[in-house]
């Protein structure tokens, strides 16, 4: 989930649960902690789009962002198993919010390519000073690889 305020901020408090529940479940909470994170930040959510992947394409999903701070959903159509004329009903209504979705995609790559760090995907390090230390170095590799690919 990538949450963006209107100034182009990424807010992102997470719910944590077992891994076998699945992330649908977990909206309503993981909004009720985004709430109150803008509400102690005096952050106004209303008109921010909410980015969620296919899995939360149910109008339950769209009720509960829209009913947290007016946000705005922005949820891939889950187009499997629907006829092919409400495919095209539903990708062309999406059309519209398909440029704010790709944003995602950055946030994602993000994690994916940490992910490619074994020292940041396993934590062992004891102090949490080192473990930072670690991601700002990945971090670091990460955005060199990105301006010797550009210029390279």
Known sequence: MAIVDN???????????????????????????????????????????????????NQESRNNVE???????VIKPNVRNASPKTKKAMRAKFKVLEPIYKERYKV??????????????????????TQLGFKNLAYAMINFRDVFDAYG
């Open 67 to 73: 009913r947290h701070n007016n946000m705005i959903p």
């Open 108 to 129: 994602e790559r993000e994690f994916a390519w940490k992910n490619t760090y074994r020292k940041l995907v396993i934590r062992y390090e004891k102090l949490q000073c």
């Open 7 to 57: 100034a182009g901020h990424f807010l992102a408090p997470a719910t944590v649960k077992a891994v076998n529940e699945h992330d649908s479940a977990l909206l309503p909470e993981s909004l009720d902690k985004l709430t109150q994170t803008a509400d102690r930040l005096d952050l106004d959510l209303s008109g921010s789009f909410l980015t969620l992947d296919p899995a939360f394409d």
